[in-house]
């Protein structure tokens, strides 16, 4: 297992579905395209390069670090969440979203 930090709840399911407890209700065909396309959607195939200053750059190797992937992956996945819509501003400056 990564290092990954789960509660109770999500700790209880892994043991749950590692035990065989959950059974898939797809068919096999079905199931089989949906793993084509989960791969295809996670493959890295396009390189980019960006500057930043050295203190941002810092920064988010120890939020990487503290997050237990490289810097790289957590870059790569805030375009995602970015690109996908799913990435929120926090108002630090005040509370009422």
């Known amino acids: 297992m990564s290092n990954t930090k789960l509660d109770k709840e999500e700790k209880a399911l892994l043991e749950a579905y590692e035990g ?5 209700e797809l068919d096999q065909a079905r199931a089989g395209e949906l793993a084509e396309i989960a791969e295809a959607t996670a493959r890295k195939d396009q ?3 960006i500057r930043i200053s050295s203190r ?4 988010l190797k120890r939020h990487a670090l503290r997050e237990g ?18 990435l929120k501003d926090v108002d630090t400056n005040n509370n009422q979203n």
């Not at 065989?20 to 898939?24: A, H, I, M, N």
């Not at 941002?56 to 920064?59: G, H, N, V, W």
């Open 56 to 59: 941002d750059l810092m920064l």
């Open 20 to 24: 065989g407890e959950f059974e898939s």
């Open 47 to 49: 390189r980019i390069n």
């Open 69 to 86: 992937l490289p810097y790289q992956s957590l870059v790569a996945s805030i375009l995602h969440k970015y690109i996908a819509g799913s």
